[in-house]
């Protein structure tokens, strides 16, 4: 009986502590895929690309210079002519008004440069909960292989225990061996399976964090009777930053649409141009009629017709807007639906695994019990089978409950970004 415990106690009871000093943690997972994580890195070059669109709506309260140059030469010049014209202009020019619409461009820019600062947060978010996704898949998979590790080594052990009972011709058949050894070899192939299952959920973990890690993955340990409902406030959901990206979206919208008004306005240009002329390539000047000119110009310019392009942006603005409230009314739905799933999955996992931690004691109990009662003669191959199989199923149930409510948890911290 002692030797039975001890074996049990070995191959069932397997601790949840980390396995090194210098394990990799779900918190330096997380740490690594935010600096890595090539779907952030996108988001921080269009927070950039943002960022250089305000600097140049900004221009346009910046004058601007041209200069350009022309030179003609004739074969047949008439009396008024020469045969080697020239010509250079420089003009400054600047925008005195604009209908305001350099002002609501600029407007624009700045709220959508804030609506990509909210998504790329929002995107972190997704990022952590993604790296806490695929590390606790991981464990689960481990755990998993662990789990049929220990029942292939039980049913190593009835099957050398039966070949030496069939050996000395004491109570165990040939088919009763056989049975044993075709379990034997379904549950190696389960462990094969379920070793495939850990390599492919590592993958998974180091395509998340964006590079691999040769440190050894860190267990991820549930506080005795954790319970964190009583942490968040429904309320908060609607501070979430997806929510905000899209009323800086709408803002943005809002002051295009400004913008474009701004066309029903006059528009106010100044430019001075310094104009030389000449008769030869090298701008030599002509005679006095052609001397060099400075010219300032003041021009008031309003378009009263433009084929109603204006009034059809307008309108496709406000169509804009429009989706932009939609969005976001949907959004606040499937954020509090989200809310309450995972609010429910926390509950029924927290239950889950009272339940099946019973369930697990009980099935180790009955293992030993079976497996005495198998050496003494009492209990049959078959009973054996089963009570390795109702072992190994608890096992299975206890871990996925344990594994399922770590991920629960990491739902309702990202749904409340914590």
Do not use: C
């Amino acid at each position: 009986m002692k030797r039975n415990k001890i074996l049990l106690s070995t191959l069932v009871a397997v601790t949840l502590l980390s396995v090194t000093a210098n394990a990799l943690s779900i918190e330096k997972a997380v740490e690594l895929a935010l600096v890595n994580n090539n779907v952030l890195k996108e988001q921080v070059f269009k927070i950039k690309e943002y960022d250089e669109n305000i600097k140049g709506a900004k221009t346009a309260y910046n004058p601007t210079f041209d200069v350009d140059y022309s030179y003609d030469a004739k074969n047949n010049e008439r009396s008024s002519q020469t045969k080697h014209d020239s010509a250079f202009n420089a003009t400054l020019s600047y925008n005195l008004f604009n209908g305001y619409s350099d002002k609501y461009s600029i407007l624009s820019a700045q709220k959508s440069l804030s609506s990509t600062q909210y998504s790329y947060e929002a995107t972190k978010q997704d990022i952590v909960l993604q790296t806490k996704e695929d590390f606790i898949t991981y464990l689960k998979n481990r755990r998993n292989t662990i789990v049929q590790q220990n029942a292939v080594k039980l049913f190593q052990k009835q099957y050398d225990d039966s070949k030496n009972f069939y050996e000395q011709g004491v109570r165990v058949a040939l088919n009763n061996l056989l049975e044993v050894e075709i379990e034997l070899l379904q549950a190696k192939q389960r462990l094969l399976t379920s070793k495939s299952a850990q390599r492919i959920a590592q993958e998974e973990l180091f395509n998340t964090m964006g590079l691999r890690s040769t440190e050894n993955i860190d267990e991820v340990q549930i506080e005795k009777n954790e319970n964190i409902l009583g942490t968040f406030d429904r309320n908060d959901l609607l501070n979430r930053n997806e929510i905000k990206a899209l009323l800086m979206h709408k803002e943005s919208l809002e002051n295009s649409k400004r913008s474009v008004k701004g066309n029903y306005y006059p528009k106010v240009d100044a430019n001075i141009k310094h104009k030389r002329y000449g008769d030869s390539f090298a701008l030599n000047e002509k005679d006095g009629s052609y001397d060099p000119q400075n010219v300032g110009t003041i021009t008031l310019s309003w378009n009263l017709y433009n084929g109603g392009k204006d009034e059809s942006d307008m309108v496709v603005y406000r169509h804009q807007m429009s989706q932009v409230n939609s969005q976001i009314s949907d959004l606040k739905l499937k954020i509090d639906l989200q809310y309450s799933n995972a609010k429910e999955q926390y509950i029924l996992t927290s239950e889950n695994l009272k339940i099946s931690n019973k369930a697990l004691d009980q099935s180790r109990v009955n293992y030993e019990i079976v497996d005495n009662r198998f050496k003494e003669g009492v209990s049959t191959s078959k009973d054996l089978i089963d009570a390795n199989y109702l072992l190994t199923q608890a096992q299975e149930n206890y871990y996925t409950a344990y594994y399922d409510k770590l991920l629960a948890k990491a739902t309702l911290e990202r749904i409340f970004e914590r």
